[in-house]
């Protein structure tokens, strides 16, 4: 069964403007005239090309492509609109402005998918993120390419089918067929193994540093000669951390969807992500950049897990101070053509730096003057540095330890950094923060403010100039991780102490 040619067709779809999206209308209309296919409604050179696409798929279908002039219009016109995932609202626009398909199953209806020449239906990036908005908006039903069903099958609240091809949607349309719900290929596939803490051999100091972090979201720069361990640690960081809540989950895995790295297979992200990019990397692979509007940086691909910026003292001043604002905000701006891109950043930033440009295994065979050795550290500014609550200074381990000692499991760890939390959670339930390293200082000063003989190690400190206000919040969040850790219901003057020893030793400067 057809529909009736109406020289109008309407198909609605979404679209992503940075990480926000928006239900687009598609409309088609066919007019006498020229032959020819114009599409309008600020789009961008790859849906500017759709044209082709849209054609030749109509035509490699068994359907008739109009020989009018026909003219494609996305509304709002004002939003810019990029990518192919238009080509199925498009197409079927098309069809039923022609009368080739009817409409009854368009009303709450959205298309997604790209269109390949031959009708057949390419996976789309963010779909996660577009369905989240188009059940926001009212829409219940969703048409999307089969490859995306795993994804789009997350999002609660709104029916999902998944078709191979152009073929098929003409089909569900005309009520011949019923789309798929389940991706053929093989099933999810498990998450990528975490390396062991097990395998760490001695650094009493900083595995028990790292398990502070890991139970506070805390920041922290690791120092020392290389290989002592330091990429080692950070990288089983992830396996002592908490999997991620269901809210969170889909928070990472609509950022990762928009990036385009999200497995066809595993789409949903439970474990905390572990991004490490390299030392050479720029402020736009961190932050976020590319044409038109700015695509997902470092940061965002790491929301709710953890940054390693390894070698970091090889990276430029600038990269550096450029992670300031996310740690302070949990977001990242980044300004484009098309308008200012905002994604969530909120990540545990892991820092590792030789104490010097020769690096040697022990520190009295360095060669290095006390100024190169100050400028090498130097890099990292005070107000990055002022951002970092934990800073370790590691030593090598001995050779009876490398021989006979084996190091705590990350499943013990990990029980433990998950009671941490829970405490922690339970504490600012009420206001939203589900770690220590998200509370406000005005807060801590305010409605959980301490004892003043609790407060007296922090007050010397500020007397004398060692930390600044900004450090004081921060190394209260951290004294109350130390005391979740513990068991203890409220920091005491010793957990405070430690707090501030922790951000006053082993900075290399």
């Known amino acids: ?96 402005a022609t009368g080739q398909a009817p409409t009854t199953l368009l009303p709450g209806t959205v298309m997604i998918g790209e269109l390949a020449l031959d009708g057949r239906l390419r996976s789309t990036r963010g779909v996660l993120p577009l369905l989240l908005g188009a059940r926001d908006a009212g829409f219940t039903r969703a048409v999307v390419p089969i490859d995306n069903v795993a994804e789009a099958t997350l999002v609660e609240g709104i029916e999902i089918g998944g078709a191979y091809s152009l073929s098929d949607v003409v089909a ?30 001695g650094q009493p100091a900083a595995r028990h540093a790292l398990e502070v972090a890991a139970a506070g979201a805390h920041h922290i720069l690791m120092t020392g000669p290389p290989g002592i361990g ?19 989950s889909l928070e990472v895995t609509a950022i990762h969807s928009v990036a385009g790295i999200l497995p066809a297979h595993r789409p949903l992200v439970v474990v905390p992500p572990f991004v490490a990019p390299h030392h050479s990397a720029s402020i736009t692979s961190l932050l976020g950049g590319g044409t038109g509007m700015a695509r997902p940086g470092a940061v965002s691909r790491a929301h709710r ?55 040697p295994v022990n520190d009295v065979d360095c060669v290095c003057t006390s100024i190169v050795r100050r400028r090498y550290l ?6 990055l540095m002022d951002r970092i609550d934990i800073r370790v200074q590691m030593e ?58 609790t407060m007296r190690p922090i007050e010397a400190f500020l007397r004398e100039g060692r930390i600044t206000a900004r450090g004081a919040d921060r ?35």
């Open 305 to 359: 897990g953890v940054l390693f910026l390894d070698e970091c003292a090889e990276m430029g001043t600038k990269v550096l101070d450029s992670l300031r604002q996310p740690l302070e905000e949990g977001i990242v701006r980044v300004a484009r053509r098309d308008g200012t891109a905002v994604y969530p950043a909120r990540f545990q930033l892991i820092l590792a730096a030789n104490p010097c440009p020769c690096a």
């Open 230 to 248: 330091k990429t080692m640690l950070a990288c089983r960081l992830p396996g002592i951390l908490p999997e991620l809540d269901h809210a969170e």
């Open 396 to 453: 090598p381990p001995g050779n009876t330890a490398l021989m006979t000692e084996q190091g705590e499991s990350s499943a013990l760890v990990s029980a433990r950094v998950a009671t941490a939390r829970a405490a922690a959670r339970d504490r600012w339930r009420d206001h939203g923060w589900l770690t220590n390293a998200e509370v406000p200082g005005s807060a801590l000063r305010r409605e959980y403010r301490l004892p003043p003989d």
């Open 172 to 201: 569900w349309m005309a009520g011949n067929l019923v789309l798929d719900t389940v991706a053929d290929g093989p099933g999810p596939s498990a998450a990528p193994a975490v390396p062991d803490m097990t395998d760490v051999v």
């Open 378 to 383: 130097g890099k990292l500014s005070g107000p």
């Open 475 to 509: 190394a209260l969040r951290l004294a109350w991780t130390l005391t979740d850790l513990r068991g203890g219901t409220s920091p005491e003057a010793d957990d405070v102490a430690q707090a501030l020893m922790y951000r006053d030793r082993g900075n290399g400067r």
């Open 1 to 96: 069964m057809t529909g009736v040619a109406t020289d109008l067709g309407r198909v609605h779809s979404v679209g992503l403007n940075a990480f926000a999206a928006d239900v687009v209308e598609v409309q088609a209309n066919i007019s006498s005239g020229l032959p020819g296919f114009y599409i309008s409604g600020s789009t961008d050179t790859s849906l500017r090309e759709a044209k082709e696409r849209v054609r030749a798929a109509v035509n490699n279908s068994d359907l008739k492509f109009p020989e009018k002039r026909l003219t494609v219009a996305l509304a709002p016109a004002n939003l810019p609109k990029s990518g192919a995932g238009f080509d199925l609202a498009m197409a079927v626009a098309v069809l039923v």
